[in-house]
């Protein structure tokens, strides 16, 4: 019987692809997807580090592909679309995870912070969405899963980074919106909102400056290993996750309690 409902969660026949799957918590979700069944393309910016995951897939027995793509770049969304498309055949998972963010004082941010932040984080993932979408609601079946953030929905003061909260707030409001029109299609749009994750994007200065305050701030005492947020992604890219759409998953060990 536990079984049966393990199952649910097997994504064998399906194809899969991550955005920012370079390294990180993309990284981490594009071996989970592999290892629960599904083929992935591993897209990033860097071109390298997404032919390294790619590798360390294949060596898993994993179908595996790597894409260079700048998700800012609408173009470039749709092409990723269509390669995975040309290579697998189809498509219906997509984890529109990329995203970067800038400290700066709100005062002294340029405007090249901001555009670039809304860029990747927000435009991109909608051009993700929209390119994915097109797809999914074609064959009427898909699971979109954007990856937002617990500072679209709190202020941690001395993170000086108001593009980047500004940009996941906007990612989990359209995850709302997109997955409210197009769920009775077939396609399901959730978030993810992460808390402290122990990866390259908190290792700037300032971020290892504060990092004893967030220890210390976080109920759970520590920060999260990308591997805490495997169980969310694969329950929204299950059928167990099928009366779910809209949903902003917060896995933060309890910090925005
Ligand atoms: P990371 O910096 O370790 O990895 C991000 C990856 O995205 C890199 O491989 C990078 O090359 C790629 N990338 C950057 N710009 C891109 C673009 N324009 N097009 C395609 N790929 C691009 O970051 P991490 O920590 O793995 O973050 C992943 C996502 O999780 C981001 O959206 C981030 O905002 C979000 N997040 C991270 C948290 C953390 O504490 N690390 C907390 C909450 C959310």
């Keep these: 019987?536990?079984?049966g409902?393990?199952?649910k969660f097997a994504l064998d026949g399906q194809v899969a692809v991550v955005t920012g799957a370079g390294q990180g918590i993309g990284r981490s979700i594009a071996?989970?997807?592999?290892?629960?069944?599904?083929?992935?393309?591993?897209?990033d910016l860097e071109f390298n580090r997404a032919e390294t995951v790619a590798a360390e897939l294949?060596?898993?027995g994993i179908q595996s592909l790597a894409i260079k793509v700048d998700v800012s770049k609408k173009q470039e969304c749709e092409d990723m679309v269509q390669k995975v498309l040309s290579a697998f055949g189809d498509l219906h998972i997509g984890v529109n995870n990329a995203g970067i963010v800038f400290h700066s004082d709100s005062e002294d941010t340029s405007e090249q912070e901001w555009t670039r932040t809304m860029g990747v984080n927000l435009n991109g993932v909608f051009y993700c969405c929209q390119a994915e979408a097109k797809h999914m609601l074609k064959k009427?079946?898909?699971r979109i899963i954007n990856t937002a953030s617990m500072s679209a929905t709190i202020v941690n003061h001395p993170q000086r980074q108001v593009a980047y909260n500004t940009?996941?707030?906007?990612?989990?409001?359209?995850?709302?919106t997109l997955g409210t029109e197009w769920c009775d299609r077939g396609v399901t749009v959730n978030c993810i909102s992460p808390g402290y994750?122990?990866?390259?994007l908190n290792r700037s200065e300032l971020l290892l400056q504060v990092r004893t305050q967030w220890l210390n701030e976080t109920p759970m005492k520590r920060l999260a290993d990308v591997e805490d947020l495997v169980g969310g992604v694969l329950y929204l890219t299950s059928k167990l996750s099928n009366f779910t759409?809209?949903?902003?998953?917060?896995?933060?060990?309890?910090?925005?309690?």
């Design 197 to 200: 994750v122990d990866t390259e």
């Design 5 to 7: 409902v393990l199952n």
């Design 140 to 142: 009427g079946y898909g």
């Design 167 to 176: 940009s996941k707030a906007g990612v989990v409001h359209m995850t709302k």
């Design 1 to 3: 019987r536990a079984k």
């Design 31 to 43: 071996h989970a997807l592999g290892e629960a069944g599904a083929k992935v393309a591993v897209a």
């Design 58 to 60: 294949q060596a898993k």
């Design 245 to 257: 759409t809209g949903l902003d998953l917060i896995m933060d060990g309890g910090f925005t309690c």
